[in-house]
């Protein structure tokens, strides 16, 4: 091969292998991306199975019910605080890395999910009602959102 040869292969190089290259890269980048986010999606869903488990190991309590359980013993509304408190940083970890204000339709409907979540939760009469103590020192942006879906389910009950 002569000079020239040389020269037009590396400009055809330059020309479509350079883009390549650079294509293959954001396309790794965003699938390692989408892989960081689907492994933590899959650590929340396991912590929030956990979480239920703590709940049926409490089922004295009727944590699954949306009315306040009756009649709790001192020991027994501890030990409901106490799980209630575990929701409130299961959510709030939930929100810190899970929830962007702009999501794509995959982490949208991830996220929906948690938000089921925290709405059921917040339909709940004495967890409702123990929403701003249990706020106390947790993420201020979180805060705001969780009390806003409180209110909204309030509002829907009311109807």
Known sequence: MDLETWELLSYVVTVVGL?????????DQRKERENEEEAIWQQLS?????????????????LRSRESTPN????QRERM????????????????????????????RRWH???DYMREWCQREDFNARLPELLRGE???????????AQEEADASVE
């Open 19 to 27: 883009p390549f290259a650079i294509a293959v890269y954001f396309l």
């Open 46 to 62: 396991d912590a929030y199975i956990d979480f239920l488990e703590v709940v049926l190991a409490n089922s004295d309590l009727q």
């Open 72 to 75: 709790l013993s001192d020991e």
């Open 81 to 108: 605080w106490v799980v209630f408190d575990m929701l409130i940083s299961l959510f709030e970890r939930a929100y810190l890395l899970a929830y962007e204000p702009d999501m794509s339709e995959k982490q949208d």
């Open 113 to 115: 999910s948690w938000e």
């Open 139 to 149: 993420d201020p942006d979180f805060a705001q959102y969780i009390m806003r879906l």
